[in-house]
């Protein structure tokens, strides 16, 4: 089995050719190594290997994980829906990519006592099954989070329609940036943060703008559940 480290370079040169057929400097473009389902041996190879900013998608499995590794200098960040009688747990984390209503704000903002940075899940795609907000719905949450400082709002996120095919995720990365754009200028905000690009689809991510990688399959290999 190849190692995390191997991986992990093989990822780098990926993001490095990429990132120059797009103009952009690869160091624009970190890696968040989702870690959901992978035990903490695996997330300890990671951080032999140098890495320390993971992600994981429900609060219930990255916490015990994160108590475990808590001597070890990393970086939380949560990448799955966040329901609102979970928002005090989110303490630890440095990051939570997944705002998508007004009601999350709202809880979170009732519960946090310290600055943390978020970002809004959009559902470019309008997907009926999947979590994020609607494009239009972005405008309530930005206003929200406006009126709720401790939450620094760092930019959007976007988990592409899920096909074999890692071109036709493209178009859906480009209207993220688009929205970004344009919520700037609307909003008078910075946004510098595009979290999207998965294993199947980054180097596309990266050609659109993307500055967070979520990883998984691509740093650990097949999850197996
Ligand atoms: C699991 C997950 C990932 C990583 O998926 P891979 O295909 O293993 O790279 C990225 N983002 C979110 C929101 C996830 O839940």
Not at 79 to 87: C, E, R, Y
Request: net charge negative; with cysteine.
């Amino acid at each position: 089995m190849a190692s995390f480290a191997s991986r992990l370079a093989e990822i780098q040169a990926t993001i490095g050719r990429h990132a120059e057929k797009a103009a952009r400097d690869p160091a624009e473009v970190r890696i968040v190594a989702v870690t959901k389902t992978f035990p903490v041996e695996r997330i300890r190879e990671a951080i032999a290997a140098g890495h320390h900013r993971f992600g994981e998608n429900r609060v219930q499995e990255a916490l015990p994980k994160m108590a475990e590794l808590s001597g070890d200098e990393c970086e939380w960040h949560l990448i799955g829906h966040l329901q609102t009688n979970k928002a005090r747990m989110v303490e630890d984390f440095s990051m939570i990519q997944s705002i998508d209503s007004v009601r999350v704000v709202d809880a979170l903002a009732a519960r946090m006592h310290r600055p943390l940075d978020v970002l809004i899940e959009v559902n470019v795609g309008e997907e009926p099954q999947k979590t994020g907000a609607s494009p239009a719905e972005i405008e309530p949450i930005v206003r929200a989070l406006q009126s709720n400082p401790a939450l620094r709002l760092k930019g959007l996120m976007t988990i592409a329609p899920l096909t074999n095919n890692p071109e036709a995720a493209r178009p859906f990365f480009h209207s993220l940036r688009l929205l970004r754009d344009e919520s700037r200028q609307r909003f008078g905000v910075e946004l510098p943060e595009l979290s999207m690009g998965m294993t199947d689809d980054y180097p596309a991510a990266v050609e659109e703008g993307a500055t967070l990688l979520r990883l998984g399959r691509a740093l650990f290999g097949p999850r197996s559940l």
